[in-house]
C-alpha cells in the first residue's frame, strides 16, 4: 500500500500571501496525483489531478507541480475562501486509493 | 448534470450493519467507477474501496475488506455501501464519488461527490 504524508500539518498564512503545501508518496505514483479542498462543512473539492492539471473551475492561483514520490500545491495569493483543509490522494496503479493526512490552512 | 444523492442518517447500536445507497443521474453510471470514502469526526479521509458498475469489480481498502461489501443495482443506477460488525470507531460520514474518467480510461480521481451520509454507532 502507498503511503501519502503531508506537510506542514498546519499552515497559517495571511490573506494575500503564498501558501506552499506537500505530499510525499512512499514509492513512486508517477503523476497519478490529486489534491483537494474541504472547506468546513462542505464535501471535498477536485483542484488539481494529474499532478498539476487544474480541474474544472478551479481559479488559476492553484497550481499544482511534482512525479514521482514528491509533489507541491501553491496557492499563489490566498483568498478568504481558501482557507480550508487540503488532502492529496493517489490514484495509480491500482487500489488503494490512499488519501494524505491533509493539511489545515487556518488564517495568520 | 452530474449528481450523486445519498440516503439520510443511520444510527446504530455495535455490532450491528448498516447500509447506505448513493443514486446516481446525469451521466451513463455503468461507465465510470465509484469510490465510498468515509470521514471520522475531525479527523481526515479514509478511501473504503472501488466498484465498476460495468464489470461488478471491486476493491476494498485492508483494513475494511472482511467488514464491506460495496455492489450496484444497474437498473437504478445506485450503488450501496454495507457495512457490518459496527463500533464506535466506525461513527463517520460516508461518501461516494465519481471517478473522472471513464472506466475504459484506467482509475482517476473523484471529480463528483455525494453530500455524504453520517453514520452513527451508539449504545
Known amino acids: 500500500e502507498i503511503v501519502l504524508s503531508q506537510s506542514p500539518a498546519t499552515l497559517s498564512v495571511s490573506p494575500g500571501e503564498r501558501a506552499t503545501l506537500s505530499c510525499r508518496a512512499s514509492q513512486s505514483v508517477t503523476n497519478n496525483l490529486a489534491w483537494y479542498q474541504q472547506r468546513p462543512g462542505q464535501t471535498p473539492r477536485l483542484l488539481i489531478y494529474?499532478?498539476?492539471t487544474r480541474a474544472t473551475g478551479i481559479p488559476a492561483r492553484f497550481s499544482g507541480s511534482g512525479s514521482g514520490t514528491e509533489f507541491t500545491l501553491t496557492i499563489s495569493s490566498l483568498q478568504s475562501e481558501d482557507f480550508a483543509v487540503y488532502y492529496c490522494?493517489?490514484?495509480?496503479?491500482?487500489?488503494?486509493?490512499?488519501f494524505g493526512p491533509g493539511t489545515i490552512v487556518d488564517i495568520k | 448534470q452530474v449528481e450523486l444523492v445519498q440516503s439520510g442518517p443511520e444510527v446504530r447500536k455495535p455490532g450491528a450493519s448498516v447500509k447506505v445507497s448513493c443514486k446516481a443521474s446525469g451521466y451513463s453510471f455503468n461507465s465510470y467507477g465509484i469510490n465510498w470514502v468515509r470521514q471520522a469526526p475531525g479527523q481526515g479521509l479514509e478511501w473504503i474501496g472501488w466498484i465498476s458498475p460495468f464489470s461488478g469489480d471491486i476493491n476494498y481498502a485492508q483494513k475494511l475488506q472482511d467488514r464491506v461489501t460495496l455492489t450496484t443495482d444497474t437498473s437504478s443506477t445506485t450503488a450501496f455501501m454495507e457495512l457490518r460488525s459496527l463500533t464506535s470507531d466506525d461513527t463517520a460520514i460516508y461518501y461516494c464519488a465519481r471517478e473522472r474518467l471513464r472506466l475504459l480510461a484506467g482509475h482517476s480521481p473523484l471529480d463528483f461527490w455525494g453530500l455524504g451520509t453520517l453514520v452513527t454507532v451508539s449504545s
Open positions: 490522494q493517489h490514484y495509480h496503479s491500482w487500489p488503494p486509493f490512499t
Open positions: 494529474d499532478a498539476s
